[in-house]
């Protein structure tokens, strides 16, 4: 089964500084797609970024990249000039061939002005 | 509608009761997915839905746990004799197609409901 890790419970940053967030993955497929998605106190679950695992240039969107590394397995969010409005909770996720999306455990970013 | 709804958006029980928690997918999206956010984790799988029918109903933690889906659009989780540990916020999420990632960079979450059984 695919399994996804977060092993940054919690994260802070100051305000237009740079941080990553780590993100790694268990999976014996070949084809995927990775997902960044931030979730503010309003519960509500928003994409940030995504990676095709065929792709092996990494995906940009504005001041969010990533650091995708398919044989190490791993896929770091990297967000710059932090704003205070990035602050909420954010999950790594994967879905392969079975259609489930499988989120890590999330790392809570605190953005200090 | 524009997004998926979820209603209610707060919900407190009584150990022991039933409730119905609604999710009213985009327009035109077969595939709805249902999560499970228990406080400090991350979320859970309950059930997928593709159309009216359930092909994955792996995620549901115990038989007490029921989700159905009607005209292929909203669908109610329904949980019975709740118990404490049932407390989490429960999130839907939808898409146009089962895995479809390429038009519409993944799946619409609603803002889920918060169940507490007290």
């Known amino acids: 089964a695919q399994t996804v890790t977060q092993s940054q419970p919690e994260m802070s940053v100051q305000e237009a500084e740079t941080v990553t967030l780590s993100c790694t993955y268990d999976?014996?497929?070949?084809?995927?797609?990775l997902f960044w998605y931030k979730q503010p106190p309003s519960r509500q679950m928003i994409l940030v970024i995504r990676?095709?695992?065929?792709?092996?240039q990494n995906a940009t969107e504005n001041r969010f990249s990533v650091n995708f590394q398919k044989a190490a397995k791993s896929f770091s969010l990297k967000i710059s000039d932090s704003q205070l409005g990035d602050a909420a909770m954010y999950f790594c996720a994967y879905i392969g061939s079975n259609y489930k999306l499988t989120f890590g455990k999330g790392t809570l970013l605190t953005v200090n002005p | 509608g524009a997004g998926v709804s979820q209603s209610p958006s707060n919900k407190v029980t009584e150990k022991g009761k039933d409730v119905e928690l609604r999710c009213d997918p985009i327009s035109g999206h077969t595939a709805l997915y249902w999560y499970r956010q228990s406080l400090g984790q991350g979320l859970e799988f309950l059930i997928y839905f593709q159309g009216n029918s359930a092909p994955d109903k792996s995620g549901l933690p115990s038989d007490r746990f029921s989700a159905e889906r009607t005209g292929g659009s909203v669908s109610t989780l329904t949980i019975q004799r709740t118990q404490q540990e049932d407390s989490a916020v429960y999130l839907c999420?939808?898409?146009?197609?089962?895995?479809?990632?390429?038009?519409?960079?993944?799946?619409?979450f609603g803002s889920g409901t918060r169940l507490t059984v007290v």
């Open positions: 990676q095709e695992a065929y792709k092996q």
């Open positions: 999420a939808s898409s146009l197609a089962p895995g479809q990632t390429h038009n519409n960079y993944g799946y619409t």
């Open positions: 999976t014996s497929e070949s084809d995927y797609y």
